[in-house]
């Protein structure tokens, strides 16, 4: 059984590009909850605000799609 009202979500995808060595606890564990292991990988999450933020926190080491 679907459930025609639920909304349907953007994603947006997102690649560690620069090194985290260097800078503060804060940004490390912004890459971790966003979901990166290794530098390069790429990971994708919905597009909602919370997402968004922590996308500003860390813009200088990701790259987005």
């Known amino acids: 059984m679907t459930d ?3 909304p349907i979500l953007k994603t947006v995808t997102i690649k560690w590009v620069k090194s985290a060595i260097g800078y503060g606890e ?3 564990g912004t890459l971790k909850a ?3 292991n290794t530098l390069g990988q ?3 999450h919905p597009d ?3 997402i968004r933020g922590m996308i ?3 813009k200088h080491l990701v790259s987005v799609k």
Do not use: S
Request: aromatic share 6%.
């Open 4 to 6: 025609e009202t639920a």
């Open 48 to 50: 909602v605000p919370q």
């Open 34 to 36: 966003l979901g990166f």
């Open 56 to 58: 500003n926190t860390v």
């Open 26 to 28: 804060n940004q490390k």
């Open 42 to 44: 790429t990971v994708t």
